[in-house]
């Protein structure tokens, strides 16, 4: 019998090639549900749902196997991993994407089979058709939580699929920009209200390094990111901040509005250690006590 995961993530397992101003890289282990399962590990065990090719290199899976991380879903087809190519100039907050080649992505057909389903689960970025037939597996009844990512090429080419998952999770996690663009809302506390009219009882907007907003029923939190000196690749960042803030919710089980602000700090402190290096390199060299140490700190500083 496998040991039993409380969280789970579907998304993609990548090879990136990645340029910012402080330097480059040909080849970094990237994807959504790999940062985002590498970072919640810290916290819980977790099951990783994705597909890679045949030239995922080994070095990758052993990265993977470090944490208490399940990858009996992480399945190997013929053909080549999906690769992304991004370039940062100025603004660390936007990437250039130069390439994107979905490979074994566009056979990608998630199927769960899991002894015990976890209680806690996030769709990561993927097609929203994609979330739908992963929804269409799961009992809602069983799961106490469940949160989705989306980007603004969904927003722009399958809105109405975006609505019919809306519908069906707790929690909407996106960036500024992408709340702005689905709701042609300038003000993000508008465009988070009119987000849950949607369906999502909760709006997790993440601001890069303005911070986060968070919005629960009619409650709002508002914090600002971990101030850091030196961001070298912002990559995963988001993906890292909804790793940290799904990992502590699936640790404490809590999904009260006192406990959700902690996991929204958790997942600002995460996506601090992330931008610090290239891929999960920074993540790779911290512990438990290294994260509950800054969050004090980010306690100290936030307080007045």
């Not at 899976?61 to 100039?89: C, N, Q, V």
């Not at 640790?251 to 602000?261: A, E, I, R, V």
Request: glycine share 6%.
């Amino acid at each position: 019998m496998s040991e039993h995961s409380p969280l789970a993530v579907v998304g993609t397992v990548a090879i990136d090639a990645i340029e910012t101003p402080y330097g480059k890289k040909d080849q970094v282990f990237g994807g959504s549900a790999a940062y985002f399962s590498y970072v919640a590990s810290f916290f819980t065990r977790v099951a990783l749902v994705a597909v890679v090719g045949q030239d995922f290199p080994l070095e990758y899976r052993r990265i993977l196997e470090e944490r208490p991380i399940d990858l009996s879903h992480l399945h190997t087809l013929e053909g080549k991993t999906f690769a992304w190519k991004g370039k940062y100039t100025g603004d660390m907050n936007m990437a250039q994407t130069l390439a994107t080649d979905l490979n074994t992505l566009l056979d990608f057909n998630p199927e769960l089979h899991f002894e015990k389903h976890p209680e806690f689960l996030f769709l990561a970025n993927i097609d929203p058709n994609l979330q739908l037939k992963v929804l269409d597996q799961v009992h809602r009844e069983n799961l106490k939580y469940v949160a989705c990512d989306t980007m603004n090429f969904w927003i722009q080419t399958r809105l109405e699929d975006l609505h019919k998952v809306f519908k069906r999770v707790d929690c909407l996690i996106l960036n500024d920009g992408e709340a702005r663009m689905l709701t042609e809302e300038s003000n993000l506390i508008k465009a988070a209200r009119a987000i849950a009219k949607m369906g999502p009882k909760h709006v997790l907007i993440k601001k890069g390094e303005h911070g986060a907003l968070f919005l629960y029923g009619h409650e709002i939190f508002s914090l600002p990111a971990y101030p850091i000196d030196k961001v070298s690749d912002p990559t995963g960042a988001g993906d890292t901040f909804a790793g940290g803030f799904m990992g502590y919710l699936a640790l404490t089980g809590d999904t009260s509005f006192t406990n959700m602000k902690k996991a929204v700090a958790m997942g600002t402190i995460v996506a601090s250690f992330t931008v610090q290096d290239f891929g999960l390199d920074a993540v790779r060299k911290i512990t438990r006590a290294d994260l509950d140490e800054r969050l004090k700190h980010f306690q100290q500083i936030c307080s007045f």
